[in-house]
Every structure is written in C-alpha cells, then in structure tokens.
C-alpha cells in the first residue's frame, strides 16, 4: 500500500510538474520574440538617410539644365528625379535628347548576307560602280579602279594595287561582305588573302580560314600580326561572309599615341574581337608601334593578287 500510495504520489506530482515546467520553459522564448520584432520596426527610420541621397545627387545637376533653355517637350519622363552620376542628366529626364530616328537596313539576300545600308549609311558598294574607290599612288594621286566589277560584286584584279575609298573616315561602324576564290587554291597566306586596312594601316585579315592552316594572326579575322580571332567563324570558299566593325580612332597628342585604336568585329554574326584595343600598326616581322596620322583616313581593301570579292559595303561614322 505505501509503496502504492508513494507510486501516486509521484505520477500526481510528475503529472503537475510537466506542465508547469513546460510552461515555464516555453514561456521565455515566446516573450523574446515580441522584443526581437523592434528592432526591424526601426528600419524605417534607417531609411531616411537612403532618403536623403537623391537631394545630394541633385545638388551636382548643372545649372544649365534650366528647362527654360530647352525647347517645350512632351512632360513624358522626370524634372525631379536623381542625376546620373557623371551626366549632366536626371533619370528618365524629360530633357534629354532623343536618338535620331534611323530606319534599318533589310536582309536582301540579292544584295547581300547582312542587311542593305540603314537610312543614315554611307553606302560605299551597292554592286553596280566603284565610284566611292580609287587607287592611290604617291600619297594623294587618285587613279580610276581597275577591278572588276559584274554580278552586283566587286573583284580584285592581282597586281592593279589595293582600292581604297575616296573620303575619309576616323571612328566608325562598317559593314562589308566578302567571299573567297572558289575552288580553292594555294596555301596558308596564299589562299584567299585580302583585307581591310582602316586608315590604309589597321588590318583585320581577308583570308580563305576554311580547312586552311596558317598563323594564328594571319588567319581571316585576324587584326593582322596581332591578335587572331577569339575563333574561327569562317564560311567555305564560294560562299559570302559578313564583317560588321566598330572601331574608335586613335588619338594623338605631339605625335604619341594618347588613345589607342579599340576595335570590335563580327565574322558572320560572331563576335571575333570586343573592344580590343590596338597595339599600333602591324610592321612586317617586327612589333607593332603607333605612328601619327590624321583624324580621319581612307579605308583601304588590299590586292594581295589573290581574285577576293566584296559587296554590300557600308559605313556609319561615329
Ligand atoms: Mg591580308
């Protein structure tokens, strides 16, 4: 009996104690919770430095951006926004230039792999006559082109020298089709090799790369003797291929460079080469330096004697 009796004592006690410990235990817990809650209720007031940033922003908005001195515009956009760091600009400013309206080019497949010439092109080769090209002999000498023109492209004629455009242009985007000798013939730089020399100097490679084992910085695509392709995008001989350059012009200040060239290019729609920038003119064997010119110059397509075509030529100064 007392053995029983002492047995419900404990499980009674046992029975009370559970609980109240429970309670006990869990109740601490459940009131830090609460407690723990307030500090994210003071993040709004964190905020209100954050508020203050833009005012600090405007401050640095020049202030000839008085809209006085702007034409009337639709209010599409912001006057009391943040400026952009480092432009005299708000976000979506309602005062901010418009790009000019330009209509592309369409994909003609008679006139060429990429598209025709957008509205605000110089168009340099539309297939019919080399009357923005010439041959420049002794500096300055213009002479008539002597390559062959039938079929909506040109053709270079081994040994009549290296066409170069009539005008010059310094930074600029140009778009140029060209196609190897089909069948193929000779070897390494024998096959197919033409190019395209910006400022008669700046060379990305013409060659026939198509199952043709040369050096790397000779291969099509190649900024000649300097950098080759990031890869091999070429098309089989016969067949038309697309280069579409961008390309800032060096700088120069007391005859040292101050701003190298910077050159991205497109091989059939891949990208071959992003802001590269320049090393100087390719020298045969010998380092590439940089050697003063002008702003602006012709653009020139080689005769290295191999019967290269080009149409579709375009450029877009910038
Ligand atoms: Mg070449």
Known sequence: MRVSFLL??????????????SALALQPPAE?????????????????????????QDDAKPAELDPAKYP?????????????????????????????????GEVD???????????????????????????????DQLYKPRWKVENGYMEVVGGTGSLHTIDTFG??????????PEPARGASQGRGNSGIKLFN???????????????????????YGQFPPEVNAARQPGQWQTYDILFRAPEFTDGKVTRPAVITVLHNGVMIHHARELKGVARAGRSPVYSAHPP??????????????????WIRPL
């Not at 004592?9 to 410990?21: D, G, M, Q, R």
């Open 8 to 21: 419900l004592l404990f499980a009674t006690a046992s029975l009370l104690a559970c609980p109240v410990s």
């Open 72 to 104: 009337k515009l639709p209010k599409v956009g912001a006057d009391n926004s943040g400026a952009i760091a480092g432009l005299p600009w708000r976000v979506h400013d309602i005062y901010r230039p418009r790009p000019a309206q330009v209509t592309p």
């Open 201 to 223: 100097v700046y060379e990305v490679q013409v060659l026939d790369s198509f199952d043709n084992f040369t050096y790397a910085d000779g291969q099509a695509g190649a900024i």
């Open 171 to 180: 930074s600029c985007q140009l778009h140029i089709e060209w196609s190897s």
């Open 32 to 56: 830090e919770k609460p407690a723990e809650q307030k500090p994210a209720e003071k993040k709004p007031a964190e905020k209100k430095p954050a508020e203050e940033k833009p005012a600090e």
């Open 109 to 139: 497949l008679n006139k060429g792999q990429g598209t025709t010439a957008p509205s605000d092109a110089i168009v340099l080769f539309d297939g019919t006559d080399l009357s923005a090209w010439a041959h420049i002999r002794g500096g």
């Open 296 to 313: 602006a110059g012709h653009i020139m397509l080689q005769d290295h004697g191999n019967p290269v075509r080009y149409r579709n030529i």
